[in-house]
């Protein structure tokens, strides 16, 4: 999975973010599930910088909602 910089989530809309927010949590869990069966053995790094991505997204929603409602 290719990592994402901020500047291409920032030009997203809201719509988009959510859905990509979605897709990512959906990896997550599925990595997740790997890594407790053992079956995860390459891609074992890349549990972090999802969780990282997944808290941008957030973070952005969160700080586009803030000053929607300012």
Same mark, same amino acid.
């Given at each position: 999975m290719a990592r994402i910089k901020l500047k291409t989530f920032r030009e997203m809309n809201d719509t988009d $973010? !959510?859905? %990509? $927010? +979605?897709?990512? &949590?959906a990896d997550l869990a599925k990595m997740r599930s790997e890594q407790s069966k053992g079956t995860l053995k390459k891609h074992s790094g890349e549990i972090r910088y999802v969780r990282r991505d997944i808290a941008r997204i957030m973070t952005i929603l969160n700080e586009r &909602? !803030? %000053? !929607? +409602?300012a």
């Open positions: $973010l !959510a859905g %990509k $927010l +979605s897709e990512m &949590k &909602k !803030a %000053k !929607a +409602s």
